[in-house]
């Protein structure tokens, strides 16, 4: 039987929801008419779609791609490729949109869809929030367009290698740097692995083999817990760095040359100071991410801007601004360069070793001079998806005149010695959290009094 269409999949950046409970074939069918039909509407016609590594996800995109034709779309199937290299295949094959199957880090039961679109400037860029909201109401309504659209299958992969040698400078050498790879088992391993071997380093590749049950570790290298593997292969090969990979490939993760997790406010630091001498400008990174950085972007004739969390938003601003660099606490990297202006982990991660190498030093020298306070990293707390909202103004509001706030994305208060975030997740029924001061007993004081505040709305209010 043929699941109900469930409107709480449609979330601000993608689509996503669980399998066989919010998912079936029968569903991407709609998609496919739903995205297609939205597309129509804007004169946009050919459509790049990709899937994940996810063990529905071959069934899911052949769904999807019915859908799409159904409506008069041509479709141009890519087959099992990262988000990265979708974006890439839009500007690449002169499409007019792209569609991946994909679920980015969530576990395997989850699955979802990312849309694109081409970009006149830009080669293409994220569809926005209010078109995916789009996408649900027509799914909902059925107000779909009519056609018959062609299908194509593509291999961009050579192609998409070529792209980023030509981009990145080969590291050769007497003696070949040394990087550990870790694929995750989701879909970005076997071409970041390929690419990284063009580029002349020496690579000893971890868990690269595609896999949608993610049986090693789960694919999000935001999580220290799925770092460990890449950790103990640096240091047992005595690598400069490890790479990691989430599910779908468009995060980077970060180990230095120990093994220690490095964040992405922290190799930012690393990726600003080579970027930043070749041109000065606007860097972007949102909310989640310490004071030190921008600290240290003003220090290099940068102009720090502090924005919200999300891909999205974080693409939009980058090109509003003309921005040298941006990224993402949870790894989302992009560095403006012809044919890449997009977030790719693989990519970013090849940018960073060339920017170690640049300035000839490892991470851990690299970020030496730039030492980070205590933190408490990211919190998560469940929370009414219809009261979340109005939590955050009454946090704003207890804290206004009290402190300088700043008021982007959520409520991110200044105490002079440290500073919290609480924000309303985009995502999921939950209010997120961070905090940094100079000890780590302060940052728990902070995070006490603002926890304190928001369970006041919670009993309250």
């Given at each position: 039987m043929a699941l109900t269409l469930n409107a709480t999949i449609f979330r601000a950046y993608d689509i996503r929801g669980i399998v066989d409970i919010d998912l079936d074939e029968s569903i991407y069918q709609l998609l496919g008419q739903a995205a297609g039909t939205l597309f129509r509407r804007q004169d946009l016609r050919s459509v790049v779609v990709a899937r994940d590594a996810r063990l529905t996800?071959?069934?899911?995109?052949?769904?999807?791609?019915?859908?799409?034709?159904?409506?008069?779309?041509?479709v141009i199937d890519i087959g099992q490729a990262a988000t990265p290299v979708m974006y890439f295949a839009v500007e690449h094959l002169g499409?007019?949109?792209?569609?991946?199957?994909?679920?980015?880090?969530?576990?395997?039961?989850?699955?979802?869809?990312?849309?694109?679109?081409?970009?006149?400037t830009f080669g293409s860029e994220p569809t926005s929030g209010a078109d995916v909201q789009e996408v649900g109401r027509i799914a909902l309504s059925g107000d779909f367009v009519s056609g018959a659209g062609s299908y194509t299958q593509v291999d961009v992969s050579a192609a998409y290698v070529e792209n980023v040698v030509g981009l990145i400078p080969a590291f050769r050498g007497a003696q070949r740097l040394k990087v550990v790879l870790?694929?995750?088992?989701?879909?970005?391993?076997?071409?970041?692995?390929?690419?990284?071997?063009?580029?002349?380093?020496?690579?000893?590749?971890?868990f690269i083999e595609p896999d949608g049950r993610f049986p090693n570790h789960h694919p999000d290298p935001l999580k220290a817990e799925n770092m460990l593997d890449l950790g103990r292969a640096v240091r047992e090969h005595n690598a400069l760095l490890g790479i990691g990979l989430d599910g779908d490939g468009d995060r980077l993760g970060v180990v230095d040359d120990c093994g220690d997790m490095?964040?992405?406010?922290?190799?930012?630091?690393?990726?600003a100071r080579e970027r930043l001498a070749q041109r000065t400008g606007p860097v972007v990174f949102d909310v989640k991410c310490s004071a030190v950085l921008p600290q240290v972007i003003r220090e290099l004739g940068g102009e720090p801007i502090m924005w919200k969390t999300g891909y999205t938003n974080l693409s939009a601003k980058m090109r509003e601004l003309d921005a040298v660099l941006g990224g993402e606490l949870s790894g989302h990297t992009i560095l403006p360069l012809p044919g890449h202006y997009y977030d790719?982990?693989?990519?970013?991660?090849?940018?960073?070793?060339?920017?170690?190498?640049?300035?000839?030093?490892?991470?851990?020298?690299?970020?030496a001079p730039y030492p980070t306070p205590p933190s408490i990293d990211e919190g998560r707390i469940h929370f009414a998806e219809d009261r979340k909202f109005a939590a955050i103004d009454y946090i704003q509001a207890h804290f206004a005149g009290r402190y300088p706030l700043i008021d982007v994305d959520g409520v991110r208060v200044d105490y002079g010695d440290g500073w919290g975030l609480i924000?309303?997740?985009?995502?999921?029924?939950?209010?997120?959290?961070?905090?940094?001061?100079?000890?780590l007993e302060r940052a728990q004081a902070i995070r006490a009094e603002m926890l304190g505040v928001l369970e006041e709305f919670r009993t309250h209010v």
């Open positions: 996800s071959p069934a899911y995109q052949a769904a999807l791609i019915s859908g799409l034709r159904a409506v008069g779309c041509d499409a007019d949109a792209g569609a991946i199957v994909s679920a980015s880090h969530n576990p395997p039961n989850f699955n979802g869809l990312k849309l694109r679109r081409s970009h006149a870790d694929g995750g088992n989701g879909v970005a391993g076997p071409l970041a692995l390929r690419t990284f071997e063009a580029l002349g380093l020496d690579v000893v590749p971890l490095v964040f992405a406010d922290r190799y930012l630091i690393a990726m790719d982990g693989a990519f970013a991660g090849l940018a960073l070793i060339h920017a170690l190498r640049t300035l000839g030093q490892t991470l851990r020298e690299c970020l924000r309303a997740s985009n995502t999921e029924p939950a209010i997120t959290t961070r905090f940094e001061a100079k000890t």
